[in-house]
């Protein structure tokens, strides 16, 4: 098929479209036998045209058929640590440094120090459970809003919420981004509980521990051991400023 | 764009002769699953440079035991070394059926999968997430099933920020969606839409190509056009999408090739094309076109067509549209450069891929059908001859240049009378020798009008009235040998 050499030239040159030639039908165009008529046609999604572009599709989906680009290789580098305080996880690439610095340092919460998957999360954490204002206002309203994103239903209570996630969403009842605040404690006893709850010493920053999820006790018995030590919540060493307490060795359950 | 991806599995010593065969089998099975409306494909997405460094790609089929004490180590193991090695093997293990099988059955251990999906530990999540890919790509129904609890974790992890993991999270999830409608049903209540239109705004292309693919999963679902596509439309998704395929230096292969198709199954749906010609469709996919027929020209790059097949069938079916006619309106497709990009494109099918010619005349005919200035332009452009060419592919695509053809000369003598001279008449009296009615049939309407609109003065340019009565002799003598059509 040889193409004119202009037309590569037109496909580069500037917009336009060509002045019609004048149009003149003749009534006898469409008599019998004579059927064509010009018009423009549509395939919906089974047709069998699409067949073979179909086939081809799933061929390159299954990997069989040459690949669009090669990826380079993921480059190594000089070994180097995590700079965040406290973690001192080395990496030699930087995919992996990403991938640790978004789990554990990324979406962390500057009172309690608990990390989330996202900042949707967290943002709803800090508000359900360090903002007084809060709850004064969820006193009087629905303010427990759907973790769902995209669904704005808000809620009296964080159970009505859970309720509904499992209900309407077909969340897991167990969903581990929806632990509940159990209680009306003033914000500054959070910190003590999320050092209460952190078992292995190694895992300073974390959520609950995932291994002890299917053991973990229910939370009252380890709200009795934490009623010790509470900061008024009016003393702020560092105006809002993480309590940075490094270890949680320190933090050993009292009685 | 890939990672070194090169199939499941292939044996080193795999000759050409018998990746054919393999590629034919296959080809063969999509058929069949096509024709039967079952047509499925799960991507597996192993990172070869990991499994290289992890001494080979030996799958050795692990015991209900095994199982159990990798899950122990990885869930209590003091070690993170330790903890990482279990779940490494566990991984290495689940490549094969019969483990994800022992696997599925054993009671808690996609709990323990889960918890370890969710912990804090960033090498531990990643394993555990490849753990559950290798289940998600199973053909069998109940392993994929099995990952359904980790759902709305996956999801909860897309508006996360580590692109690995997200790529990962998305690839699993794509996998699940084509399993079952039973999937689905959970999937879209769980906000599978609203967390695709928060993700789709990552800079990294990893991320954009694995979300393309999860999407272009859903949309492919028989129940879509009802339950799927409407949420999509009236998400911020198409614009993004559309954005992701402007042509440019920043157009990344591989995510468009996803997104196209995702268009591609929106569009050939008919659930409300209209507003996405309001946001610009038909200009990006024709300013995509005349990008790929210039990267086509450049590059002996494999896999444009990959892209152009999508491209092809979108603008086709957007053109059916009445939005689509607004004369003068910004959305009116109207610039000869995709008539020009078009036939570039046309040769270039007819080197690689012949197969998808009849699509692209299908594009043809829905420009020229109803538009004197694209006609004009296949006239002033010099591309009736090219056209002629193809002719002799195939009765598919006989017909339907034919048709083309007969949509320049239905709109009068002003048409025609470019259509006398040079090849046509010939070429067109050697298509009624053919034994196919189609073929035959569509010759006959075209010559009918090129009789209908023959310029006054017959054929001068072929002298006397030579063309004519050989036309006439032709038929005379074909009818005479019995073609019904002819008489």
Redesign the interface.
């Known amino acids: 098929m040889q193409l004119p050499p202009a037309l590569h030239a037109r496909l580069a040159g500037a917009p336009g479209a060509a002045a019609p030639l004048p149009v003149q039908r003749d009534a006898l165009a469409g008599n019998a036998p004579f059927r064509f008529a010009a018009r423009q046609v549509r395939f919906p999604r089974e047709h069998e045209f699409f067949e073979d572009g179909d086939v081809q599709r799933h061929l390159y989906l299954q990997d069989v058929i040459t690949q669009v680009a090669a990826e380079p290789e993921r480059p190594r580098v000089p070994e180097f640590t995590c700079q965040v305080a406290g973690c001192c996880q080395a990496f030699d690439a930087l995919e992996d440094y990403e991938h640790h610095y978004h789990t554990l340092h990324g979406n962390v919460c500057s009172y309690c120090r608990r990390a989330f998957p996202s900042g949707h999360l967290l943002d709803t954490h800090i508000q359900e459970w360090h903002d007084s204002l809060f709850q004064i206002l969820a006193e009087r309203q629905d303010m427990y809003q759907c973790l769902v994103e995209g669904c704005t239903e808000k809620f009296r209570t964080s159970r009505d919420r859970k309720q509904h996630l499992v209900a309407h969403h077909l969340y897991p009842a167990d969903f581990r981004f929806d632990k509940p605040r159990k209680g009306s404690r003033p914000a500054s006893q959070v910190s003590t509980e999320a050092a209460g709850e952190d078992r292995a010493p190694s895992e300073g920053d974390a959520m609950e521990v995932c291994s002890e999820h299917a053991e973990a006790p229910p939370e009252p018995p380890r709200e009795r051991r934490v009623y010790g030590h509470r900061v008024p919540s009016t003393i702020c060493f560092g105006q809002g400023a993480s309590r940075g307490f490094k270890s949680t060795k320190k933090r050993s359950k009292r009685p | 764009?890939?990672?070194?991806?090169?199939?499941?599995l292939r044996p080193s010593g795999c000759g050409v002769e018998e990746l054919r065969c393999?590629?034919r089998e296959?080809?063969a099975a999509?058929?069949k699953a096509?024709?039967e409306?079952q047509?499925v494909?799960?991507?597996?997405l192993r990172d070869e440079?990991t499994e290289e460094a992890e001494g080979g790609r030996v799958v050795v089929i692990l015991g209900e035991a095994q199982i159990q004490e990798f899950l122990r180590l990885a869930?209590?193991g003091i070690e993170e070394k330790e903890r990482e090695r279990a779940l490494v093997s566990l991984r290495r293990g689940l490549q094969h059926p019969e483990t994800q099988q022992t696997f599925i059955r054993l009671e808690?251990s996609i709990?323990t999968l889960v918890?370890?999906l969710?912990?804090?530990?960033?090498?531990l999540?990643?394993e555990a997430a490849r753990c559950l890919h290798e289940l998600s790509h199973s053909e069998q129904s109940a392993v994929a099933e099995a990952c359904l609890?980790a759902t709305?974790?996956l999801l909860?992890?897309l508006?996360?920020?580590?692109?690995?993991?997200i790529e990962l999270c998305l690839y699993t999830l794509g996998n699940l969606i084509v399993e079952s409608e039973a999937v689905r049903r959970?999937l879209l209540?769980?906000?599978i839409?609203?967390?695709l239109?928060?993700c789709i705004q990552s800079p990294h292309l990893t991320v954009l190509e694995a979300l393309g693919?999860a999407l272009s999963q859903l949309l492919q679902a028989k129940e879509a056009?009802e339950k799927i596509i409407p949420l999509v439309l009236g998400?911020t998704l198409p614009q993004h999408i559309l954005q992701l395929l402007q042509p440019g230096p920043k157009l990344n292969?591989?995510v468009a090739?996803e997104f196209a198709?995702c268009l591609h199954?929106i569009i050939?749906?008919?659930v409300n094309n209209a507003l996405l010609i309001t946001q610009g469709a038909l200009t990006t996919l024709g300013l995509l076109l005349?990008d790929l027929?210039?990267a086509v020209?450049r590059t002996e790059?494999?896999?444009l067509?990959?892209l152009v097949?999508?491209v092809v069938?979108c603008l086709?079916?957007l053109?059916?549209e009445a939005a689509a006619e607004t004369v003068g309106g910004p959305m009116h497709l109207?610039?000869?450069?995709v008539l020009?990009?078009l036939?570039?494109l046309?040769?270039f099918f007819?080197h690689k891929?012949p197969?998808?010619l009849?699509?692209g005349l299908?594009l043809l005919?829905?420009l020229?059908?109803?538009?004197?200035?694209?006609?004009?332009?296949l006239?002033?452009?010099?591309?009736i001859?090219?056209l002629l060419?193809?002719l002799s592919v195939s009765n598919v695509v006989s017909v339907l240049v034919l048709t083309v053809l007969?949509?320049v000369a239905?709109?009068?003598?002003?048409?025609c009378q470019h259509l006398w001279p040079g090849l046509l008449l010939p070429t067109l009296l050697d298509t009624l020798a053919l034994s196919d009615t189609e073929v035959v049939g569509?010759s006959?309407?075209?010559l009918?009008?090129l009789f209908?609109?023959q310029p006054g003065g017959v054929c001068r340019t072929q002298g006397s009235n030579f063309g004519v009565s050989y036309c006439r002799q032709t038929l005379y003598r074909l009818s005479h040998q019995g073609s019904p059509i002819i008489q």
Not at chain 2, 41 to 44: A, G, M, N, P, V
Not at chain 2, 159 to 165: A, K, P, T
Not at chain 2, 368 to 377: E, I, K, Q, R
Not at chain 2, 410 to 415: M, R, V
Request: glycine content about 6%.
């Open positions: 764009m890939w990672r070194g991806r090169r199939g499941l393999r590629r296959r080809e999509l058929r096509r024709r409306q047509l494909s799960k991507r597996l440079a869930q209590r808690g709990r918890g370890l969710t912990s804090n530990k960033a090498l999540q990643l609890p709305s974790y909860t992890y508006s996360g920020h580590s692109s690995d993991f959970q209540p769980q906000g839409v609203p967390a239109a928060a693919y056009p998400s292969l591989g090739v198709w199954y050939c749906s008919q005349l027929a210039a020209q790059d494999a896999g067509e990959l097949c999508p069938r086709s079916n053109l059916t109207q610039d000869e450069r020009a990009a036939f570039i046309l040769q007819l891929q197969s998808l009849p699509e299908w005919n829905n020229t059908a109803n538009s004197p200035s694209f006609c004009t332009s006239i002033s452009l010099d591309l001859e090219p060419h193809l007969c949509n239905e709109k009068g003598p002003a048409y569509q006959v309407e075209l009918q009008l209908l609109y």
